[in-house]
T-cell receptor, first 115, second 117 residues
Framework: AQKITQTQPGMFVQEKEAVTLDCTYD???????LFWYKQPSSGEMIFLIY??????QNATEGRYSLNFQKARKSANLVISASQLGDSAMYFCAMRGNTGGFKTIFGAGTRLFVKA | ETGVTQTPRHLVMGMTNKKSLKCEQH?????MYWYKQSAKKPLELMFVYSLEERVENNSVPSRFSPECPNSSHLFLHLHTLQPEDSALYLCASSQDARGVSVQETQYFGPGTRLLVL
């Protein structure tokens, strides 16, 4: 069975500092995709970054980067130069070959950015 | 501005009411999804439509009835709901729905906050 684990219910970071949000996954699929989403208090889920299991390099999108360690089955999100607007829930998600049409989501990490 | 819109944004209904949630995507995608997000629970997939065909029904009670008249519109018809159905209902769309690539990235609407009294 596929599973996503986010072990940090909440995280604090000082403005302008970097922060790492943890995500581990479990799958037997040889091919899969990993996604990170941001959900502000308004409710909308905002897509941040994608990493394919066969991608050789870690994905980057602006201030977001994904620290992908395939052997450890981890896909941590790194946010550099944190801003107050980064305060939100962050969800890690995975989609595998045998998951049918399902993308499974982790429980999320709430990030608080302090001024 | 989001490419996926949802109406209404907030809805209060009694257990005997019938209401519908509407979702529209302006991204030219082929797949659309309904999710339920309850407090302190992971996001739950409800339904998936690919090219207007329902391809996933994730053991959702029959009091929730989806409709996809075309690839841009998705409805969720609600009737005789229970208080435990109160949640944030999120609609999403993706270019494709059958793989694991970036084409399967889902883009979400702002959600409908539903309260069942």
């Amino acid at each position: 069975a596929q599973k996503i684990t986010q072990t940090q219910p909440g995280m604090f970071v000082q403005e302008k500092e970097a922060v790492t949000l943890d995500c581990t996954y479990d799958t037997s699929d040889p091919s899969y995709g990993l996604f990170w989403y941001k959900q502000p208090s308004s409710g909308e889920m905002i897509f941040l970054i994608y990493q394919g299991s066969y991608d050789q390099q870690n994905a980057t999108e602006g201030r977001y980067s994904l620290n992908f360690q395939k052997a450890r089955k981890s896909a941590n999100l790194v946010i550099s130069a944190s801003q107050l607007g980064d305060s939100a829930m962050y969800f890690c998600a995975m989609r595998g070959n045998t998951g049918g049409f399902k993308t499974i989501f982790g429980a999320g990490t709430r990030l608080f950015v302090k001024a | 501005e989001t490419g996926v819109t949802q109406t209404p944004r907030h809805l209060v209904m009694g257990m005997t009411n019938k209401k519908s949630l509407k979702c529209e995507q302006h991204l030219g995608h082929n797949a659309m999804y309904w999710y339920k997000q309850s407090a302190k629970k992971p996001l739950e997939l409800m339904f998936v439509y690919s090219l207007e065909e329902r391809v996933e029904n994730n053991s959702v009670p029959s009091r929730f009835s989806p409709e996809c008249p075309n690839s841009s519109h998705l409805f969720l018809h609600l009737h005789t709901l229970q208080p435990e159905d109160s949640a944030l209902y999120l609609c999403a769309s993706s270019q494709d729905a059958r793989g694991v690539s970036v084409q399967e990235t889902q883009y979400f609407g702002p959600g409908t906050r539903l309260l069942v009294l």
